[in-house]
């Protein structure tokens, strides 16, 4: 959905888990390493048919999460802003190319490879009314997308090789559809993101988990998880990464919108505990938005809580700091939240249409420390900025939790930072393991 500082559309469940699965999820893997151009086993099957993507970036001082794509034969790479509150895929297009921030030999360039009037994913793009719709089925497919913050991507529909390492050592080369976007637009304050387009990973046709499952590459399944503590992460596609156990959920909402969101609810607040008046929230789970929004009631009755449980400590107002609408000062510098968690109580989400279905956010999940030291409120008032009674759960509370969407549910991890180490760590090894394996690949067929 892009709001920042700056399908399958069927009944999909949202599901928490409630134990770490990074650390057995790579025990096989151990046994590759050994031997590196030795194939997987056909009983390899916690990996077959994903592929894992790192992730950089943070919530501050980046404000927002990117991956590298490479697109294209041969293949350059793209670096892309991840978003599951939106559909459609794109990148800078030289046609040529307005509003864009990368120079003009690091655009994608087109080459007869435009998308038809006429083609299934034209009508997806083109499903929410613009003056851009289609007249001639053999015309070029245009495109326009806005987001939350206002900002647009104007541009036509193509279809190019995306080259995808799987986890099961082979190499996919799927031909995908997305967006090469001419005409740029950005509205806000800040300055537009370096990046070189959008992920698009809703659960709309055009989505490209979308594309790869309706072409039997994978299940319908993305996930992430963004790290608090050093910025990056990891993004997924394939089902291997979910877990038998330990889950419960909650169910997602239905939707006749175009745009299909994560969103479920209703959800009511606890604030240490205890019940607020804040209930009933209906909340949208977007990785392109780097802070959660609340509608202005949920917002101001928060502050409220917040301010009234600061009272009698250490902590003072610091209107002088602009990084965010609300920060506090301590005696002295804070260097990480974890030197004022103390302070700051944990917010839960309870479900309630589904037993014991909670979205934990220790401190961790909603406060940031600026570069002035202060520690600031990650929930902003979504009313302020266009939402209306919107609610969004963004990447500040996303963070240190596994998040998956399948098809027909999403499901959560509470507790993946404590394997995010033992993850990365292994997951270099095994990338190393399957680079080796396709350079090897590639000299064979030379």
């Known amino acids: 959905m892009n709001v920042k500082n700056r399908g399958i559309p069927l009944t999909t469940l949202l599901f928490l888990l409630l134990s770490a699965i990074f650390s057995p999820s790579f025990s096989a893997a151990n046994q590759l390493l050994t031997n590196k151009n030795r194939k997987p086993p056909v009983s390899f099957h916690s990996l077959v048919s994903s592929t894992v993507l790192p992730v950089r970036g943070n919530v501050y001082p980046v404000g927002y999460y990117t991956v590298t794509l490479n697109i294209g034969n041969p293949p350059k790479p793209f670096e892309l802003d991840i978003d599951t509150g939106s559909d459609l895929t794109w990148v800078e297009c030289d046609a040529p190319c307005e509003g864009c921030t990368k120079p003009r030999n690091q655009l994608y360039k087109p080459h007869g490879n435009l998308v038809k009037c006429g083609d299934p994913l034209c009508a997806a793009v083109q499903s929410v009314p613009s003056h851009h719709q289609c007249t001639n089925p053999n015309g070029q497919c245009d495109y326009e997308i806005k987001y939350a913050d206002h900002g647009t991507s104007l541009g036509v529909l193509v279809r190019d090789n995306v080259p995808l390492q799987s986890t099961n050592g082979s190499l996919l080369r799927p031909m995908v559809a997305f967006g090469c976007g001419y005409d740029q637009e950005y509205h806000s304050s800040n300055p537009p993101p370096s990046t070189a387009g959008v992920l698009g990973l809703g659960y709309g046709k055009i989505s490209i988990v979308s594309q790869l499952h309706s072409m039997g590459l994978i299940r319908n399944v993305v996930g992430h998880c963004l790290s608090s ?12 990464f979910i877990p038998s156990s330990g889950i419960v959920w909650t169910p997602i909402l239905q939707q006749s919108s175009s745009v299909k969101h ?38 101001n009755a928060l502050v409220n809580m917040v301010n009234n449980d600061l009272k009698g400590k250490p902590l003072n107002r610091a209107t002088e700091d602009e990084t965010l609408p609300i920060c506090w000062k301590g005696a002295k510098r804070f260097q990480s939240v974890s030197d004022v968690s103390n302070y700051f109580k944990t917010l839960v989400l309870s479900f309630t249409k589904s037993r014991n279905s909670q979205l934990q956010l220790p401190p961790q999940a909603y406060l940031i420390i600026s ?11 979504g009313s302020e900025v266009g939402l209306g009674n919107s609610n969004i759960i963004g990447d500040i509370s996303l963070q240190d939790k596994m998040e998956l969407s399948e098809e027909e549910r999403q499901l959560w991890n509470d507790k993946a930072s404590e394997a995010m180490d033992a993850y990365k760590k292994e997951l270099e090894e095994y990338n190393k393991c399957l680079a080796a394996t396709a350079s090897q690949e590639q000299k064979n067929e030379e």
């Not at 479920?264 to 977007?286: C, E, H, Y």
């Not at 570069?371 to 008032?381: P, Q, T």
């Open 229 to 240: 503590v050093r910025g990056g992460g990891y993004l997924f596609f394939g089902d291997k």
């Open 262 to 299: 994560y969103e479920s609810g209703p959800a009511d607040l606890f604030f240490n505990r205890k019940p607020t008046s804040v209930k009933g929230l209906q909340l949208i789970f977007d990785s392109g938005s780097s802070y959660t929004y609340f509608n202005s009631q949920a917002y």
């Open 371 to 381: 570069k002035h030291g202060n520690v600031c409120l990650g929930i902003l008032n």
